[in-house]
């Protein structure tokens, strides 16, 4: 029987965020892709463009981020857990208080590093199901005197689309 071995996947989804420093979950739409080198390692890229958040007392009100490195694949077959470290950078902003009334702070760009750990089910030669667990690292400078932390926990599920190979 030949096995399917992808070259390129890809995916959209939205993914939930859970501040680690403050009581805040963010929607995010996610995209990513990975470009396979071998069996066990790929190139990795992800999108996060921040949607919005279920917070009255916000803090970081654009929080976009762009992130690239290598993911390690242990699967065989069409189940394909990995795991993933990358850098990159997040487009921010908060809103801080100037003489009692709300103000953005400039657009920031903030270096930031996420690990991630999921998992992909080949469900045809064109399709795939995933699930993934990241953490995210870094801190937004602000105008305002406050560092805020950007640590946060994201969970992207969903339906994506590849193109591969058969191998032996």
Same mark, same amino acid.
């Given at each position: 029987?030949?096995?399917?071995?992808?070259?390129?996947?890809?995916?959209?989804?939205?993914?939930?965020?859970?501040?680690?420093?403050?009581?805040?979950?963010?929607?995010? =739409?996610?995209?990513?892709?990975?470009?396979?080198?071998?069996?066990?390692?790929?190139?990795?890229?992800?999108?996060?463009?921040?949607?919005?958040?279920?917070?009255?007392?916000?803090?970081?009100?654009?929080?976009?981020?762009?992130?690239?490195?290598?993911?390690?694949?242990?699967?065989?077959?069409?189940?394909?857990?990995? =795991?993933?470290?990358?850098?990159?950078?997040?487009?921010?902003?908060?809103?801080?208080?100037?003489?009692?009334?709300? +103000?953005?702070?400039?657009?920031?760009?903030?270096? =930031?590093?996420?690990?991630?750990?999921?998992?992909?089910?080949? =469900?045809?030669?064109?399709?795939?199901?995933?699930?993934?667990?990241?953490?995210?690292?870094? +801190?937004?400078?602000?105008?305002?005197?406050?560092?805020?932390?950007?640590?946060?926990?994201?969970?992207?599920?969903?339906?994506?689309?590849?193109?591969?190979?058969?191998?032996?």
């Amino acid at each position: 029987m030949t096995e399917f071995l992808p070259i390129l996947t890809t995916m959209a989804t939205l993914s939930l965020g859970w501040s680690n420093n403050a009581a805040e979950q963010n929607l995010y =739409v996610h995209g990513s892709s990975d470009l396979y080198v071998s069996e066990r390692v790929s190139l990795r890229g992800d999108a996060y463009w921040f949607a919005g958040e279920q917070h009255q007392q916000r803090r970081i009100i654009d929080n976009h981020s762009v992130l690239a490195g290598a993911a390690f694949h242990f699967g065989k077959g069409r189940f394909d857990p990995f =795991v993933a470290m990358q850098p990159g950078v997040s487009f921010t902003r908060s809103e801080f208080r100037v003489d009692g009334e709300r +103000t953005p702070s400039n657009w920031k760009v903030t270096p =930031v590093a996420s690990a991630t750990m999921g998992a992909r089910y080949f =469900v045809s030669p064109n399709f795939h199901f995933f699930t993934e667990l990241r953490q995210m690292a870094g +801190t937004h400078l602000s105008d305002d005197p406050r560092t805020i932390g950007l640590a946060e926990t994201r969970v992207s599920f969903g339906l994506g689309a590849q193109l591969g190979r058969t191998g032996r």
